[in-house]
């Protein structure tokens, strides 16, 4: 009976090629397809966070943490938390930078707040290198569903590139635009389809969710214990802390929210947005992770070979309905994730790279280049994700170690004037530096502190270095402006023509 699943999966892809495609760019020019015009409200913004929050992965490297791991896995729910309360707190703050100023990029609000264009360059190509794992592994999702859906007619590889040239073919056609109309589509699904899916799910194998916990206390307390099950050496008690923080911090350092921000009409719908997300993200992050712990319990033989699959596997084993939805969301998951990231990608390389050595070039030009850009570094990904890697959560837990390094230069950068280039650069090489070394020698944590992270310990270099130089050094005198416009009235911004930077 897998024409149901296969039928549905058909569906939803006719059901994402007409809400892209019945929503055109309005024109091309490079404010557009970067960042949408600046023009959706809370709800479009809160749908767009919800579906690329959790993307495939999801249900396949997280679900494979928490039955191996038990509970720590839950770590993904708890840094949405803290990431949405940064969101609140200073996306609003961005906001207002990015509309007054043109900014569009990380790279660019770097350059306006530190008046150094090899820091914008340099921490553009940075972002787009270390978040590239992740579609990688997205990519890999939606291979083997379609390979599981198809029953191994499709390969895995030939499914990645049919899901991949999908999207690609909408990023390409209208940027930032498409992807969040997509994800609007995609975060509605993720509330119904995956809550039905995972109530049902407790209800079918366990009786209730009192029952599961029971069966977990029975058969395999241990897995609600922190820091986890399956590492050798077990580690320590800070390392549960540094996923959280890591994750939470993180969550902003990557060019795919950043652009999100941007996309917002105002900062007044950011905060509306940051207000209504947690309860509907933090939730049901919470509900996977406590699902896939129960299906911890079960025997080997039932879980399979591969536990980055088991939840897919199980969930499958109640029907073709639940194959259908899992399946679906799945898919949803990644492509949200993965059109979020390639369209940042083309915007940063081309306004943080291309915009500059071309300096002629008028907007509606760099506007088709990102287009253009958006179709090659899709490409790119298909490609390396038909190549032997290592697991899912592997590529998502090293990468982060990285990324989270952009976060000192962000947070003190807008509530504290001191900060200089040169303190930007210190902390910033420092603290890659130190996580770049402990990454590839503890990939996960380091024993000797305590299970601490290799990216927690570089940023704390990271803070420290920023601090000592931004402070022996003398503070810029040329960012009272900016600064003020941080916390300027939205009317107010919104009623003035602008102040673009160089190259904006």
């Known amino acids: 009976m897998m024409w149901l699943p296969i039928l549905m999966v058909l569906t939803y892809f006719a059901g994402m090629a007409y809400v892209v495609y019945s929503h055109p760019l309005p024109k091309i020019d490079l404010d557009e397809v970067t960042v949408a015009g600046r023009s959706f409200g809370w709800l479009f913004m ?52 990015g509309k007054r100023y043109n900014v569009r990029t990380q790279g660019q609000f770097f350059e306006l707040r530190y008046r150094s264009r090899p820091l914008r ?52 056609f209208a940027g930032a635009r498409a992807v969040i109309i997509a994800d609007f589509y995609q975060g509605w699904m993720w509330i119904f389809g995956g809550v039905l899916l995972v109530i049902c799910g407790v209800y079918y194998y366990f009786g209730g969710f009192l029952p599961m916990f029971a069966t977990i206390l029975e058969k395999r307390p241990e897995s609600l214990a922190l820091p986890g099950l399956g590492w050798d050496p077990l580690p320590g008690p800070l390392f549960w802390v540094s996923l959280i923080i890591s994750g939470s911090v993180g969550a902003y350092c990557w060019p795919s929210l950043f652009a999100r921000i941007m996309a917002a009409s105002s900062s007044r719908e950011l ?41 897919l596997k199980i969930i499958s084993a109640m029907g073709p309905a639940a194959i259908a939805i899992i399946s679906v969301l799945i898919l949803n998951g990644a492509l949200s994730m993965c059109d979020s990231m390639v369209s940042s990608w083309g915007s940063v390389v081309v306004n943080d790279v291309f915009s500059l050595a071309l300096p002629s070039w008028d907007s509606r030009r760099l506007g088709r280049l990102v287009l253009i ?37 962000l947070i003190l950068g807008i509530f504290w004037k001191r900060g200089t280039a040169v ?32 990216g927690l310990l570089g940023l704390i270099v990271n803070f420290a270095v920023y601090l000592i130089l931004a402070l022996a050094f003398p503070a810029p005198k040329d960012i009272d402006e900016v600064f003020a416009t941080m916390t300027m009235k939205d009317a107010d911004i919104l009623s003035e023509p602008g102040l673009e930077v160089q190259n904006a």
């Open 121 to 172: 360059v340099f921490v553009a190509l940075c972002t787009v290198i270390i978040e590239f794992p992740w579609i990688v592994a997205e990519l890999l999702a939606t291979g083997y569903v379609i390979y599981a859906l198809t029953r191994g007619v499709v390969p895995v590889t030939a499914g990645v590139i049919l899901v991949g040239a999908f999207f690609i073919a909408y990023v390409t």
């Open 271 to 311: 905060k509306k947005t940051s207000l209504v997300t947690p309860f509907i993200v933090v939730v049901y992050g919470l509900l996977i992770i406590w699902l896939a712990v129960g299906f911890g319990t079960f025997p080997e033989e039932v879980l399979g070979d591969d536990h980055q699959y088991s939840f």
């Open 423 to 454: 303190a930007a650069w210190g902390g910033l090489l420092s603290g890659l530096a130190v996580t770049g070394y402990y990454s590839f020698t503890a990939p996960f944590y380091i024993p000797q502190f305590a299970g601490l992270q290799a």
């Open 373 to 409: 850009m958006n179709f090659i570094v899709g490409c790119l990904g298909v490609i390396v994700a038909t190549l032997p890697l290592p697991t899912i959560i592997e590529l998502v837990m090293v990468m982060y170690q990285g990324i989270i390094q952009i976060f000192p230069l």
């Open 46 to 97: 809160t749908m767009t966070i919800v579906g690329t929050w959790y993307g495939g992965v999801m249900y396949v490297g997280f679900t494979q943490m928490a039955i191996d791991n038990g509970v720590v896995a839950s770590y993904v729910a708890f840094y949405t938390l803290g990431g949405l309360f940064f969101l609140y707190l200073i996306g609003g703050r961005y906001w207002k930078v």
